[in-house]
């Protein structure tokens, strides 16, 4: 009885493993997205000119 018992704990520990390496898994994967978001966004071009300013013509 006592080795089920332990068995079982050991499960649960293990379940509440996994839960946490799922959240630092979703979090590093929302790092990196956010990341190749930001470097997508430096490939195009800005509009403002020299002085600050808007300008259509750049």
């Known amino acids: 009885m ?3 018992k ?3 704990e050991e499960i649960n520990r293990l379940r ?3 839960k946490q390496l ?5 979090v590093l994967v929302n790092v990196v997205i956010e990341e190749d978001l930001e470097e997508d966004e430096d490939e195009f071009s800005t509009f403002v000119s020299k002085d600050g300013r808007f300008n259509l013509h750049n």
């Open 22 to 26: 799922r959240e630092v898994v979703n």
């Open 16 to 18: 509440e493993d996994v």
């Open 2 to 4: 006592t080795d089920d």
């Open 6 to 8: 332990d068995v079982l």
